[in-house]
Nanobody, 125 residues
Framework: QVQLVESGGGLVQPGGSLRLSCAPS????????MGWFRQVPGKEREGVAS????????NYADSVKGRFTISRDNAKKTLYLQMNSLKPEDTAVYYC??????????????????WGQGTQVTVSS
């Protein structure tokens, strides 16, 4: 069974930066898309960013464009989310996701087969 293991969450002040990482452990499956979702209590999970493993094309939620950057090291099979200029409204549990489908609606949770356990990001002074 594939597990996606996230790291890098924590507490940061507004305007600060964090980098999240995600690596699969166990059986290595070929994914076509990987990404990040986030969730705050009482709200639905929100797609933050996605990346095509095949061609590197990316998608971002409007709320994070220009501040967050998704990237992937194919050799290490590790996914990253660089988060800059963080705001209190970015506070959430962030989940790494992966999809084995070639064509997806990137912000739809049902498109992703595998999910990480989540890592807490808190932006507060």
């Amino acid at each position: 069974q594939v597990q996606l293991v996230e790291s890098g969450g924590g507490l940061v002040q507004p305007g600060g930066s964090l980098r999240l990482s995600c690596a699969p452990s166990g059986f290595t499956f070929h994914y076509y898309h990987m990404g990040w979702f986030r969730q705050v209590p009482g709200k639905e999970r929100e797609g933050v960013a996605s990346i095509s493993v095949t061609d590197g094309s990316t998608n971002y939620a409007d709320s994070v464009k220009g501040r967050f950057t998704i990237s992937r090291d194919n050799a290490k099979k590790t996914l990253y989310l660089q988060m800059n200029s963080l705001k209190p409204e970015d506070t959430a549990v962030y989940y790494c996701v992966a999809s084995g489908y070639m064509s997806i609606v990137w912000q739809a949770t049902y498109e992703y087969d595998d999910w990480g356990q989540g890592t807490q990001v808190t932006v507060s002074s």
